[in-house]
């Protein structure tokens, strides 16, 4: 399934659950996307999930937008998607962006009926507009389905200046596409950079198969592999790397 959730944060989730347990509902928000995507430690969709609950009620809309799409894909926590599909159409009618980013992300899951498809792109737009980082890496996923490269590439752009590193390596994976090289090995990077394990194995990839630096590909490998990268540890048995 598709990692749709915001996450904005890079630090580990160790000093965010220390602040979560003294209170502060964006810690704990932000712990829950930690363990939602991986960064540097093993993806957990229970903890996100406990973490985005905790968060929602200490008050916080991010946490509770989070733990309604959770909800709704069953990620972490039974699935309940026709009340949890309800508070994400209240919150995004009421204006919370990440809500309507998340919506249009349970859409392109095939939730919301048949009018579904139709509102994705158009809530994954509205939400990307207003710096949701997640919305925009969903929205150019979507537009790349299509062939519209133009608009998927500024669309994960946006996403990746925001600070998503996951955003930074589907922004990678479309400059592959255009077989631009060295832009794609700078997004690769902001990626690794940013604590997300697929950034580090494109990065990688681009070095060891490029001959440009196969040492530091191989360290990357190496910690793509231990941040949890299926590939990057395949990689690492191929012996003539």
Known sequence: MLILLLAAVTAGPGALEKACDAGKAAACRDAGDVYSLG??????????AKLWKRACKLKDQDGCADDAL?????TGQYADPVPALKRLEAMC?????????????AFVQGFGGKDGPARANGLLKKACDRKVASACR??????????????????????????????????????????????????FSRGCDGGAPAGCYGQA????????DKTKGKILLDKACKAGDGRACQAELNPDL
């Open 93 to 105: 009618r009421q204006g919370q962006p990440l809500a309507c980013g998340n919506l249009g992300a």
């Open 205 to 212: 990839e681009i070095l060891i198969q490029s001959g440009v």
């Open 138 to 187: 969903v929205l150019a996923g979507e537009l790349a389905k299509k062939n519209d490269l133009a608009r998927a590439t500024a669309a994960a752009r946006s996403g990746c200046d925001r600070g998503e590193p996951e955003s930074c390596v589907v922004l990678g994976d479309l400059y592959l596409k255009a077989s631009d090289t060295l832009q794609a090995g700078v997004a």
């Open 39 to 48: 960064r540097g430690v093993p993806a957990s969709p229970e903890n996100a």
């Open 70 to 74: 959770s909800l709704v894909l069953g």
